[in-house]
């Protein structure tokens, strides 16, 4: 038996330090390290089971050919050579006859490593093809609307927390999302700290939070434009602050707040008056307050607008500045690194791009040329993308040729002409820096791949290989391009680490010091953004209806409300069989009120449906939301499900800001499911 130090590689914001125990080419446990102080010894409740995911019985163990109808998941086993010449044989025709153009990449973020994650994507650059612009499923409404008011840099340290005495979890469920966090947040409130849960879900973390406020679902930026109104009414402004690190307040004060008194904001957000002046006097009186900012509050339409509204709050008590306080969305930012030696080696500087969460419409709608060649890696867009009946009639055409690189058959893998297993991360080599948290880290293979898995890097490199590509980097080990990452990077938390000393696979901090930088054009935190005012966007934040309400809600009166599952992420963790059934059957939950008036009881299954769908789940009824909300945790394959998947009621809409998706601007009904 053998212990291996290595690195956590799913989408989480922790990435957190991991022991594997190792024997006989087995992972037969895996545990948090005890010497990374934010993973402080323990993995969260689906990484526990990751040996269940390296050894689970529904491993793909080769390469798989086409020989049913797309979707249906017919295949024959073939070799890797025969996979990858008819890869490459494909390739190359399509781009004689109809250009670079005629190919997608579209790789995402099921491996976070460094390699793992952007080789994929070097690969598409080097060769030319259209693009993905990737994230907006995820990350890039919220992205958008912080680096319009912080700039691009890193948020607030999450170890800070220790020496805050207010916390606000703002759309963000910690101890789903973000255990590790969570975990320090509770500490600091053994010290004295408070935490408060601003979430239409009565989720865990607000179960166990000081003071949940379970406002309407896109209410934010109205709830912290109150709590601006009230900072200036009451005298709470650090006026110093202000004026030395910000710009546009005037305008906000005289433009933007006489229209956010108390009693307007509590009837938009549906909470009492006297709780918005209480949750604005706690901020303004708190020492340090610290806001950990999730992405849920920014996935409906004006969701960068509700980002800005609540990240101008430390701008106004001057909370940026001092220990312990500030915000936090993500780090990445900070990290400054050599990136394009392995997401850009070569290539066209500028080319087609498709926005991550419009596939099906690139698919069936791209002209000039159309896509004819569709390379898929760690990514599941047949569930987890919006308007996914969309996305499935683009991956059903005939001629188009895909390749999906995945350990497991997932629903997306189905559409495949050629499926390629791939290696997970405990069998992979790879560079790591979290993006909510300010570490680094290599983390070496614990084990060899299953059966003929191969890693994303390892695929990367092959194809390169053979279409002829002659960058450095596609013939590199992992540790030699680790030291391509660190050339001539010069960043201030990056800068003078060796990288032999990063090859030696421990934690290495990367925590900025001081307090919170802005990297702004105007150096300062910008209440006012010219940069959105030159975009068409409001330049102050604001807070309106949602424009799909007034479309929506007159025929389908449930507001969809869509959070993270505790026990899946995404579908990352469908092959576990044991998280499997702890998440249970794909539900959704309805508030008592709404399940008497359609005559629902709990646990029975029921069809939610509006003019894109219909699915069904089964039904919990619960007070965890409010009354006219739909609650459905978790994006769950169609075969756990009643019937279908949530994706196929939600539209691909984009967001105000970073065209991001909107789940969350979907309306529906609730009946009982036929029987
Ligand atoms: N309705 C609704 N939809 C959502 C969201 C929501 O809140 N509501 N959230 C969105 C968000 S935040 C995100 S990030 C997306 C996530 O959506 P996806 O990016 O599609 O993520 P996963 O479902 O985790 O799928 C990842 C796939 O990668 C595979 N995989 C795992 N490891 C590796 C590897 O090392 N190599 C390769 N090649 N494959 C691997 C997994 O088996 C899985 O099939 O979903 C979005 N969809
Ligand atoms: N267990 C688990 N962990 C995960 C994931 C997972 O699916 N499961 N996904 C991973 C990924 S890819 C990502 S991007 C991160 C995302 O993690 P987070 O940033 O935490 O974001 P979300 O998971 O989208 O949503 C978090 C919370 O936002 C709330 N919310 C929804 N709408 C609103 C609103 O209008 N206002 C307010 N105030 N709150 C709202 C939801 O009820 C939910 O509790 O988590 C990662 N970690
Ligand atoms: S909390 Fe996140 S980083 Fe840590 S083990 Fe779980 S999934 Fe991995
Ligand atoms: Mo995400």
């Known amino acids: 038996m053998n212990q291996v130090k290595v690195v956590c ?31 402080a010894g323990f993995a969260c409740a689906k990484v526990n089971r990751d040996v269940e995911l390296v050894h689970s019985p529904e491993r793909l163990a ?32 399509i781009i004689a006859e109809s250009g670079p153009l005629a190919l997608l990449g579209y790789a995402y973020s099921a491996h976070q ?31 958008a609307a912080w680096d319009a008011t912080l700039g691009p840099i890193g948020g607030a340290d999450p170890e800070a927390v220790a020496q805050s005495d207010l916390i606000i979890g703002w759309g963000a469920d910690l101890m789903a999302t973000n255990v590790h966090f969570w975990a320090k947040a509770e500490e600091a409130r053994k010290k004295g700290a408070k935490i408060v849960v601003i979430d239409p879900r009565r989720s865990r973390t607000a179960q166990a939070a000081d003071w949940h406020l379970q406002i309407k679902i896109g209410a934010d930026a109205a709830l912290a434009l109150g709590i601006a109104h009230i900072l200036e009414r009451d005298g709470l402004l650090d006026r110093a602050y202000i004026a030395a690190q910000t710009v546009g307040f005037d305008r906000l004060s005289a433009e933007v707040l006489p229209r956010f008194a108390p009693a307007r904001v509590a009837e938009i957000a549906g909470i009492a008056v006297a709780d918005v002046e209480q949750l604005a006097a706690m901020y303004g009186k708190a020492k340090a307050s610290f806001i950990r900012l999730g992405e849920g509050m920014t996935r409906l339409t004006h969701g960068g607008q509700a980002l800005r509204a609540v990240a101008i709050l430390p701008g106004l008590t001057g909370a940026y500045g001092k220990p312990g306080g500030g915000a936090l969305l993500l780090t990445a ?19 087609r791009m498709v926005n991550h969460l419009r596939l099906g419409e690139a698919l069936l709608e791209m002209r000039d040329p159309p896509i004819r060649g569709l390379f898929i890696a760690a990514n599941n867009p047949a569930v987890t993308c919006p308007d996914v ?6 991956l059903a055409r005939e001629d188009l040729f895909t390749v999906v690189h995945d350990p497991f058959l997932s629903v997306t893998a189905r559409y495949a002409d050629i499926v390629l297993p791939a290696s997970v991360y405990l069998e992979t080599d790879d560079l790591y820096r979290a993006y ?24 990367a490199q092959a194809l390169a290989k053979r279409m002829g590509l002659g960058d450095a980097v596609f013939g590199m080990s992992a540790p030699e391009i680790v030291r391509e990452l660190f050339r001539g990077i010069s960043g201030a938390t990056t800068v003078g680490i060796d990288p032999a000393e990063v090859l030696r696979a421990t934690p290495i901090s990367i925590a900025p010091k001081g307090p919170q930088e802005f990297r702004t054009p105007s150096g300062k935190l910008e209440i006012y ?15 309106e209806p949602d424009p799909v309400e007034a479309e929506e809600a007159p025929r389908w009166p449930l507001r969809l409300l869509t959070a993270p599952g505790y026990f899946q992420a995404h579908t990352a963790f469908t092959g576990v069989k044991f998280l499997r059934e702890r998440e249970g059957a794909p539900f959704c939950v309805l508030h008592p009120e709404d399940a008497a008036k359609r005559n629902l009881t709990d646990g029975q299954k029921v069809r939610l449906e509006n003019g894109r769908g219909a699915i069904g789940l089964k039904l919990k009824v619960s007070g965890e939301v409010r009354p006219g909300v739909v609650l459905v945790p978790g994006q769950r394959p169609d075969d756990e499900a009643v019937d279908g998947t949530i994706n196929m009621l939600c539209s691909d809409r984009f967001t105000d800001m970073g065209e991001g998706a909107t789940y969350q601007s979907t309306w529906l009904e609730v009946t009982a499911w036929p029987s």
Not at 23 to 32: L, N, P
Not at 69 to 90: C, M, Q, S, Y
Not at 389 to 394: A, L, P, S
Request: glycine content about 10%; charged content about 20%.
């Open 9 to 39: 590689a799913h989408d989480c914001p922790d990435m957190c330090s991991l022991i594997a125990h190792v024997d006989q080419g087995r992972v037969v446990k895996i545990e948090g390290d005890p010497d990374q102080p934010l993973t």
């Open 529 to 543: 953004s010219d940069a959105l005012a030159k975009q068409g966007l409001p330049p102050l934040p604001d807070w």
């Open 389 to 394: 009946h969309k996305v499935r009639r683009g």
């Open 113 to 143: 490593g460094l390699m793992n994650r952007g080789l994929v994507n070097g690969l598409f650059h080097a060769l030319g093809t259209s693009r993905l612009m990737g994230g907006t499923v995820c990350d890039t409404c919220c992205e």
């Open 333 to 351: 930012a900070t990290c400054d690194l050599n990136y394009n030696a392995v997401r850009k080696p070569s290539g066209p500087a500028a080319t």
């Open 436 to 459: 909510g948290a300010y570490y680094m880290q290599y983390g070496p293979r614990a084990v060899a791949p299953q059966g003929e898995a191969r890693s994303n890097l390892q695929v």
């Open 62 to 93: 080769t390469p798989l050919r086409r020989t049913g109808p797309k979707g249906a998941g017919k295949f024959v086993p073939i070799t890797w050579n025969a996979a990858l010449d008819e890869i490459t044989a494909r390739w190359k025709a």
